[in-house]
């Protein structure tokens, strides 16, 4: 791939979703899943946005748009790359839902470990 190609397909974001999409389904076959840094979330669901990027994988295999974080230990796919980010936004909202807003005496020690990195990487938007 070219270091031009890298460049492009280096941040994901909602404007490049169908170039990007267009990009590894005609390449699948020659690929290694692609790298990539998620900036901030596409459409998201819940109030929560990205403080920092999030490393994401990205491969596409039998026609499905596979997204791997491996951070947060987190697996996503769909027919399209749109609605395997949003997937993977709804893990993220699980994940803060049930770890970073619950009270620390109620966590294990690798739950908070879990909590602190959720709120490395995400935030509540407050409106």
């Known amino acids: 791939m070219s270091s031009e190609a890298k460049s492009f397909l280096n941040s994901l974001d909602a ?33 929560l946005i990205l403080r920092r990027p999030i490393e994401l994988k990205i491969r596409y295999e039998d026609s499905l748009f596979i997204i791997e974080n491996e951070m947060f230990n987190l697996f996503s796919y769909a027919n399209n790359l749109k609605d395997a980010l949003l997937d993977l936004e709804r893990h993220f909202s699980f994940l803060w ?14 739950s908070i470990q879990l909590k602190k990195k959720l709120n490395e990487y995400l935030e509540m938007n407050i409106v």
């Open 97 to 110: 839902k049930e770890y970073a807003m619950e009270k620390d005496c109620n966590l294990t020690l690798e």
């Open 15 to 47: 404007c490049k979703l169908d170039e990007v999409s267009d990009f590894l389904s005609a390449h699948s076959d020659s690929l290694t899943p692609l790298s990539c840094r998620l900036e901030s979330f596409i459409e998201s669901e819940s109030d």
